[in-house]
């Protein structure tokens, strides 16, 4: 096959996944999930018996990919079928919402162990209930797109990072990769008023953070975060599961839950 032939397969499953039509051997062009079913399948059930799998664990996973190729329903679609009906159940529901019912969903469906062809749309009445503080986890809310700085970097380093970012918290790792510190935008600014002229010497983050700081797991409850927050006078708590850094979940996150609430409050009156 010609390497254009393959760019071009490439190409249209990004863009179409199981709808894409495939250039195959001998020009022979073939819909995705029949050159799928028929040719690559079996190939790689093959492929993997010469290659000493497991019979019993080759079966389990390719019977997944031939169930979820069999009915169409990938991640991708899952998403975008979800997002559709909630979109014609209520069409005064937020893109914002039908986001976080998705996530939330995905959430819940992962927990199943079932594979996603499996998965029941998301719907709204996720987003009812997760406004209900005792009812959600602080996976619902937290925000894993971390920014992250090793205990030795600079305090001139985390100021650009806030600033740059516009974030009010920084974590702070070991050499391990380790949570050890966390440093809020009030510490830096408590540095600067009163230690600027110490820059020129190179000050470290650990000079600064919060040492040990109070975390939570990613499968406690919203509320109990809530007070714990309120409990130690915090703006933020790291996220850990295992022992690793997962996300942090902020004042600002709150803010958010509340604008939700108030938003049906207003909209019931």
Do not use: C
Not at 68 to 82: A, E, F, L, M, Y
Not at 210 to 226: C, G, H
């Amino acid at each position: 096959m010609d390497f254009d032939d393959a760019k071009a397969n490439f190409v249209a499953s990004a863009r179409l996944g199981l709808d894409s039509q495939l250039r195959w051997f001998g020009d022979e062009r073939r819909p995705a999930q029949e050159l799928i079913l028929d040719e690559l399948l079996p190939i790689a059930h093959d492929g993997l018996a010469k290659a000493g799998i497991d019979s019993a664990d080759a079966d389990k996973y390719l019977e997944v990919l031939e169930a979820r190729v069999s009915s169409g329903k990938t991640g991708s679609s899952w998403v975008i079928s979800s997002l559709a009906s909630m979109r014609r159940a209520d069409k005064q529901a937020s893109r914002v919402d039908r986001l976080n019912a998705v996530v939330s969903a995905m959430l819940e469906n992962q927990l199943t162990g079932k594979p996603g062809h499996e998965w029941p749309l998301a719907t709204l009445d996720r987003i009812i209930a997760m406004r209900n503080m005792d009812s959600t986890r602080v996976e619902h809310f937290m925000t894993t797109d971390l920014f992250t700085v090793n205990e030795e970097e600079l305090v001139e380093l985390v100021a650009h990072l806030m600033d740059w970012r516009r974030i009010r918290h920084v974590l702070v790792e070991d050499t391990e990769h380790r949570l050890v510190g966390l440093v809020t935008h009030r510490r830096v600014l408590r540095f600067l008023a009163g230690r600027a002229e110490d820059l020129e010497k190179g000050i470290a983050v650990k000079e600064i953070m919060i040492k040990n700081p109070v975390t939570v797991t990613s499968d406690s409850m919203t509320a109990d975060a809530i007070r714990l927050m309120k409990e130690k006078q915090i703006s933020a708590l790291p996220v850990l599961q295992d022992g690793l850094l997962v996300g942090i979940i902020t004042e600002r996150d709150f803010f958010a839950i509340a604008g939700g609430l108030l938003d049906d409050s207003m909209a019931k009156k």
